[in-house]
């Protein structure tokens, strides 16, 4: 059986063929750094406490949050002459929370904007309004 020489082992066909198979495979395998791991997706749930100003009146609060992404519910609790409230929608775009209610027959508001374990934000009912800021108590 005569020898192979290599040249014709590796005709221009063949070399070809293999770059082809071989080039977009090592491309795809990445074979580069890793890539950063994505962050969980922003969770305001949990028990804040806080003040709002209601007719220029300082009024503490406790407010809970839970669900999950997409089906958070929320209730606020004022005491004082201020019934507890159950939003009827708690929505959620990035870190920015809108829940809307009703409280004492006027529709009420209240937006804010989460970072870390702090918010602040304000509220509208009935044509009044006013600040609002809290901290995370429990998660």
């Not at 293999?18 to 977009?24: A, K, R």
């Not at 937006?111 to 304000?122: F, P, Q, R």
């Amino acid at each position: 059986m005569p020898a192979t020489s290599p040249s014709r082992l590796w005709s221009p066909r063949l070399l070809l063929l293999v770059l082809l198979t071989l080039v977009p495979a090592a491309c795809a395998g990445g074979g580069g750094a890793a890539s950063a791991p994505t962050p969980p997706p922003f969770d305001p749930s949990g028990e804040w406490r806080g003040t709002t100003s209601v007719q220029g009146a300082s009024v503490p609060f406790t407010m809970v949050i839970s669900g999950a992404p997409g089906a958070y519910t929320a209730s606020l609790n004022a005491g004082g002459d201020i019934p507890p409230i159950a939003f009827s929608s708690t929505r959620v775009e990035g870190n920015v929370v809108t829940m809307t209610g009703d409280v004492m027959g006027q529709g009420l508001s209240i937006v804010v904007t989460v970072e870390g374990d702090d918010l602040s934000g304000s509220w509208n009912a009935g044509g009044d309004s006013g600040p609002i800021s809290g901290s995370r108590v429990a998660r």
